[in-house]
């Protein structure tokens, strides 16, 4: 099974950019898929953006397309998130997540989760 930490998170103006780390430890990080994922408190958690294990392909939220970008790097056990452009409809708290197929990890929400990240974006 496969340890996640997500950093980066923190208080930023609309605006402005922030980049989300996640690293992975714990199996073999370069055949899976990588996402991120968000919860508002109050709702329920919402898919951002997923990457495939050799990074060919992407898939995003349409309210961040063009804003974020998911990228992975394998030989550090990374996944990040930069985030540009941000607006206060996108504070919450950020997680990562992990699954062999990328269809699976950007449609079905896992039962595991690790702390996550904050992230506050100030108008």
């Known amino acids: 099974q496969v340890q996640l930490v997500e950093s980066g998170g923190g208080l930023v103006q609309a605006g402005g950019p922030l980049r989300l780390p996640c690293a992975a430890s714990?199996?073999?990080?370069?055949?899976?898929?990588m996402g991120w994922f968000r919860r508002v408190p109050g709702k329920e958690r919402e898919f951002v953006a997923a990457i495939s294990w050799g990074g060919d392909s992407t898939y995003y939220l349409d309210s961040v397309k063009g804003r974020f970008t998911i990228s992975r790097d394998n030989a550090k056990n990374t996944v990040y998130l930069q985030m540009n452009s941000l607006k206060p409809e996108d504070t919450a708290v950020y997680y990562c997540n992990a699954d062999p197929n990328i269809i699976t990890l950007a449609t079905t929400l896992s039962d595991h989760w690790g702390q996550g990240t904050q992230v506050t974006v100030s108008s």
């Open positions: 714990g199996r073999t990080f370069s055949y899976l898929a």
